[in-house]
């Protein structure tokens, strides 16, 4: 008899075993899951609901031949719900136009700023410009200077990084030595860089160039806004 309840006892320990095994092992398979595809892969287009769908959505309102800015925007916040950075950047240039919503100039700069360090080079760019013209209300050398630098080391900016460059060092002219280097230490190793391209130390001595040197053309920010008169 007690060979029998020893039996089923070490019987039902084992089934315990197995389901404690089973367990385990289901929630490793669920945090190990790849996470959703945003690109069909046969098609090659965005899959429906997700951010880049949704982004994309946004962009053919914006360029169809019966544009929708108001949809568009609907699609961008879909999208930066999704923390996707271009949706972000194209919600903060509406915000900043008032194109299909209210303009408000202040918001646009906290999305430039959120997309810019998330690594959206044009983010970069126009919250750099934004702070250094005092576009959305004061004046801030220190921030224009460290998201310029940020714009002129990100390879996606393409034809727009000489002119971050230009306005990069003219910010500098505003900044001590000290506040140069705070910066600088702030800027190694930022997750907003792009980790493929190495880093190079920015020249920190503030530019000798006049302002005269500076483009003729009105500034304009990634989206081709252009500097109120």
Known sequence: MLKKITVVIATLFLAFLHAEENQTSSKVETKTKP?????CAPCDEPLPGTALWHYMKGIEEL???KTNPYLA???FKRAVDMNYPPAIKALADSYYAGDGIDQDRKQALVLYIRAADLGDGAAQFNAGVIFLRGYAGEIDYVLAYYYLCLATMNEGLDEMAQDA???RDEAATNLSS?????????????PALNPSKSFTKPDLTPSLKS????????LQLANGNQEPS
Not at 35 to 39: E, G, T
Request: glycine share 2%.
């Open 165 to 167: 460059a230009i306005y």
């Open 63 to 65: 360029i169809g031949v």
């Open 211 to 218: 302002v005269d040197q500076h483009p003729e053309k009105p």
């Open 73 to 75: 925007n609907e699609h």
């Open 35 to 39: 996470s959703k595809p945003l690109v």
């Open 178 to 190: 000290e506040q140069l280097q705070d910066i600088y230490r702030k800027l190694i190793n930022n």
